[in-house]
């Protein structure tokens, strides 16, 4: 009994001696292969993360199941970034001499070729509607004498729009206009960044052109001091970096495709979600109309208000210059009063990267929303029917 026992425990020995060799005999063996015939020391399972770019010809199949972290190198990500928003931009053209409907149609005298070269365009703009209008900034000396007639647009597949509307919005900041492509439909457009999408340290991308690309990142974000308005965006975005000549008029995108600012001929920043709402009114009823709620406040995620706890949202504030509830607003309407801390604005909290004004500009005129404040420690709800502002 006793020398089956011992038998049977050498035989276990045996086998878990034969599975650890086995084991380190596998290794080893794809360790060599790596090495020596595929020139790849890399196992999955030595590592959790690798680089896409370090693959060879002999990982031209790549499969990734479960995947926890997956880094991309931000080369990789810049391109893709650029391949997305390349069809967005357009070059803008002074017309050549002798440019006529018949160009425009493709019907094309080489005796006589009229040309755009495609690397300088006298500015560049950027497709916001689907059905044709773009944005652009224009320098004092083309803003003087511009005329719809004079100039052309070529998008990204070399169609040529002539321009057959422009809008009536005057002394928008950075000599912003809008004008319309004539015959224009299907345009791709961009989303616009918001505020609460915004973050200091952010990968920025400057495009002047389609071939003049400047990587950075935002590195602050300014809101004007004291008492703000509701009805008034005055952020300010500065980028880590100066930029040359060569990138005034041009236009500043996150690294997900969406619009953050458009760069001024001053290379003044001109962040894109403070404007938005320019663009959401006149396109919709041909006016300006942003939203009004009326009210005047202090960001407490910015100011520190003695003998207050608060830490965020907004308080209701007035001085001699302002009062903390305008007479007949919306706000006023709905009951709001002075010192009243508004903390919600429909599903939205008021904190550091979402500030009163900044959720305003998301509404439009008429539209309903449900404000949560403070009174007195207690937490009231109200409707709140935004205006037009006058």
Known sequence: MEKKEKTKNNLL?????????????????EIVMRTYLFNDLNPSYFNTEFNINDLNNNRSNLIIRDAKKVVVS???????TMSSIQSTLLRVYKKGEGLDAALLENKVDLTRAVYYDLNRPDFIALSITSDGWVVASLNSDIAADFALEDYVAVDNNRKIYELDEISELEDLPGNLVFF???????????SVASRANLALGQSAVVVADFDSVYLTSVSAIEFP????????????????????????????????????????????????????????????????????????????????????????????????DVKAVL???????AGLQTGDIITWVN???????????????????????????????????VKVKLEAKK
């Open 347 to 381: 599903n939205k909290e008021l904190d550091y990267n979402n500030d009163l004004s900044s959720i305003i500009t998301n509404f439009k005129p008429g539209e309903e929303i449900t404000i949560v404040y403070l009174r007195d420690g207690a937490e009231t709800s």
């Open 225 to 320: 001091e004291g008492v703000l308005s509701s009805d008034d965006l005055n952020v300010r975005l500065n980028l880590a970096a100066d930029l040359s000549e060569k990138f005034a008029n041009s236009f500043v995108f996150n690294l997900a495709g969406d619009l953050v600012a458009i760069v001024d001929w001053d290379r003044e920043l001109i962040p894109a979600f403070s404007y938005v709402h320019y663009w959401q009114s006149f396109f919709s009823d041909k006016t300006f109309n942003p939203p009004y709620l009326g009210v005047n406040y202090l960001d407490l995620s910015r100011v520190k208000v003695v003998g207050l706890e608060q830490n965020k949202g907004a308080l209701l504030i007035e001085n001699e």
């Open 13 to 29: 020995t045996l086998i878990v001696l034969a599975t650890l060799f086995g084991f380190i005999a596998g290794v080893t063996g």
């Open 74 to 80: 931000q080369d990789v990500k810049v391109e893709e």
């Open 180 to 190: 319309h492509l004539a015959k224009a439909t299907n345009m791709p457009v961009r």
């Open 327 to 333: 007479p007949k607003s919306p706000a006023a309407i």
